[in-house]
């Protein structure tokens, strides 16, 4: 019996989908799963530009599930993307030559943004978002290295 490939990807796509709600949650449980941040806004960034609208769903869901699970500010992340993917990327592409220079300056400047929202956001609404801690430097080595994969 032949199978249909249009259902196997449907149900590869759901399995991801699943898989993505899901290691947000068991990244707050066990601090040394890395969110990829970074990697998240590149395969977000290659899933609008190449039209296929629900991994661009999938990514986004992502963001939100990950801000909820943290408890941090919500659409902080989205915003983000937008602002990098609008703004900063298109500047970069101008600047710098090499495919994998790009992506690994894209993702430092991502996570430093993000930070940087979190710390006006805390400065602001004098709500404690985030506290400093070695481990993200793991998180930003870890999402270099998704970046270099991706």
């Known amino acids: 019996m ?16 699943g898989a993505a709600l899901l290691y947000p ?15 998240v806004y590149l395969m977000w960034r290659r899933a609008l530009l190449g039209g296929d609208y629900m991994k661009t769903l999938l990514w986004t869901l992502y963001g939100l599930v990950f801000e909820a699970v ?9 915003a983000t993307m937008f602002l990098m993917h609008r703004f900063v990327e298109p500047r970069l592409r101008h600047t710098l030559f090499g495919h994998g220079v790009v992506e690994v300056v894209t993702v430092v400047l991502f996570n430093l943004f993000y930070l940087g929202l ?21 998180y930003l080595l870890m999402d270099l290295i998704g970046a270099v994969i991706v």
């Open 2 to 17: 032949q199978r249909n490939l249009a259902h196997q990807n449907r149900s590869l796509t759901f399995l991801f989908f």
């Open 25 to 39: 949650v068991l990244g707050n449980l066990y601090p040394l799963f890395p969110p990829f941040l970074g990697s």
């Open 70 to 78: 943290w408890s941090l500010p919500f659409y902080g992340l989205l």
């Open 118 to 138: 979190l710390l006006f956001y805390q400065a602001v609404l004098n709500h404690h978002a985030i506290t400093w801690h070695p481990v993200f430097l793991y």
